[in-house]
């Protein structure tokens, strides 16, 4: 079989109408569960081994919708060494804190016009309340200073802060 150029130049239209059709369907990153965003953030790995010792996996994957007010590394950093170490190895404290630091509902922090959470409380998954207010110009979340906002999953979405909450 002979293949004439108007052939060739047909079928390759065709591989490329296909690819531009399959193309963005395929390069679509599937969105992340809270506890794969938190997993990716750099200044979230003491937090994300907190989940696992924890063993609060299944509840960052679960359908949601939830939000974590997730301590960064330097938070974590901020407690005494020997308090760190003592609640980093004991997955029932570990559990009641973080459960502390989730809210089973979406919390955006930002609106979509740039305006932010000033007051107001929620109650957390471990049964306290979580408030919020403004320490001069920035948000607060209990005793905490929000670094970040509102990073979007799938099933919710993280506010990264610059304490635990004790």
Do not use: W
């Amino acid at each position: 079989m002979r293949l004439t150029r108007a052939a060739a130049f047909r079928s390759f239209a065709g591989c490329l109408l296909a690819l531009s059709l399959t193309g963005p369907a395929l390069a679509q990153p599937r969105a992340a569960t809270v506890l794969e965003l938190a997993a990716q953030q750099k200044n979230l790995t003491t937090f994300v081994a907190a989940v696992h010792t924890a063993g609060l996996d299944g509840m960052l994957k679960a359908a949601g919708p939830i939000t974590v007010y997730a301590p960064t590394n330097e938070a974590f950093s901020k407690l005494p060494a020997a308090q760190r170490e003592a609640l980093l190895n004991d997955p029932a404290r570990l559990k009641a804190l973080l459960l502390g630091h989730v809210v089973n509902d979406m919390i955006a922090m930002r609106d979509g016009e740039g305006g932010i959470v000033t007051s107001g409380s929620v109650p957390s998954a471990g049964g306290g309340m979580l408030s919020f207010g403004i320490d001069g110009e920035r948000s607060t979340v209990g005793a905490a200073h929000v670094v970040s906002y509102d990073l979007r999953a799938d099933n919710g979405c993280i506010t990264t802060i610059d304490k635990v909450l004790l």
